[in-house]
């Protein structure tokens, strides 16, 4: 089992829609950071919240932290070509070991 | 110019080949990180260095290699390849929470 699901696995939406994409821990969350990834490309780091009820926002990409720090959602306004590809959570859970997670990401299409 | 960077971009290898992936940083940060991404099982660590004398194991360590040459190079290496490590390979460093990534490593073991 993931200790980070994302939910859904994939979406496709028409130019101009709002989305949401969740991850959801099996354990407290201290830290949790969202990237983008370019098919075929690389991670970029969109954020990271870190406080329960923290809310983040970069253009027209918003992510929020849940009080109960287990999940995450990241919502996108008036979606645009540009944001497709695939979302990842990533979260920390070193305890002792270093141990950091990512979710398995969520593929992102959207049709101009 | 990228400051993480990743050779080779695509390899294809046989069955058996040593195969190196390199990785280079010029952000000057201490930890680095080797990552593989398979379809469905999202990323993957194999492989981290805290420091030039730190290598520890990740989750998925096993057939795999790593030097830390300097704190600008971190290398991969593959003993003998196998068809299973077909994967795209992720070279990160680290700064305080934040991972920086480089493009990744296609890699085919035939």
């Known amino acids: 089992s993931q200790e980070l699901e994302q939910s859904p696995q994939s979406l496709i939406v028409q130019e101009g829609k709002n989305l949401t994409i969740n991850c959801t821990s099996s354990k407290t969350l201290y830290g949790l950071y969202w990237y983008k990834q370019k098919y075929g490309e690389g991670l970029i780091f969109l954020m990271m919240l870190q406080k329960g009820g923290e809310e983040k926002s970069h253009e027209k990409i918003t992510a929020k932290l849940d009080e109960k720090k287990q999940q995450s959602s990241l919502h996108i306004t008036a979606s645009q070509p540009s944001h497709a590809g695939i979302y990842l959570c990533g979260a920390d859970f070193t305890s002792g070991t270093y141990k950091y997670i990512f979710g398995t990401g969520t593929r992102l299409k959207v049709l101009a | 110019d990228a400051d993480v960077t990743q050779t080779p971009r695509n390899r294809i290898t046989k069955t058996g080949k040593r195969i190196m992936l390199e990785c280079s940083q010029t952000?000057?940060?201490?930890?680095m990180y080797w990552y593989r991404q398979d379809p469905g099982l999202g990323l993957r660590l194999i492989y981290y260095s805290f420091d030039v004398k730190d290598i520890n194991k990740g989750e998925i360590s096993d057939g795999y290699s790593v030097s830390r040459q300097a704190q600008a190079k971190f290398s991969l290496s593959l003993e003998s390849a196998i068809p299973n490590q077909t994967a795209l390979y992720f070279c990160?460093?680290?700064?305080?929470?934040?991972?920086?990534f480089g493009p990744g490593t296609r890699l085919t073991v035939l």
């Open positions: 990160a460093t680290q700064l305080f929470n934040e991972q920086f």
């Open positions: 952000k000057g940060h201490d930890r």
